[in-house]
């Protein structure tokens, strides 16, 4: 079948979704919480963010998406790199600091923090750490989206993973 034909075709008049529906819809798609984190001559910051996934082993990329109107994006877009910090379990406070409108240095004195070998923050006890360089950034709505190439990753054995679901955290 050609892509084409796999494509369905909507018709002009179709009804935009409604903003609250879909943000309604996506509430009810689980996801690992993580913390974004960067550092270098734009400053250092960091955010809560879910919209994060996997894109590709070869090479190893990162899918991670950022609000234009935060106050990490231009940190993040001048440094060129992030560290993924994927939460466990007991880190949900983290994710609260991290998820506010707490200034930069409040956020990051709620943890213990390790530089990686590109210089962006790790969370110490994290399930995974996983450093990135910023290779591709395209606009989708209010947002980017950022492909991330992976550089370094740090992973503990044991733990728990910690979801973000129906708007609540969940133990996993």
Known sequence: MSAAAASPVLP????PVDRSAFRDAMARLGAAVTIVTTDGPGGRTGFAATAVCSVTDDPPTLLVCINRASSAYQPVR?????????LGDEQAEVSRVFGG?????????????????????????????IGCEIETVTEAGTHDVLFCRVVSIRS???GGALIYFDRTYHRL
């Open 101 to 129: 409108r707490t200034p930069a240095d409040e956020r990051f004195a709620a943890a213990s923090w390790r530089s990686n070998a590109s210089g962006t923050p790790e969370l110490e006890g994290a399930l995974v750490s």
């Open 78 to 86: 001048w440094n060129g790199r992030v560290c993924v910090n994927v």
């Open 12 to 15: 002009n008049d179709a009804e």
């Open 156 to 158: 503990r054995e044991d």
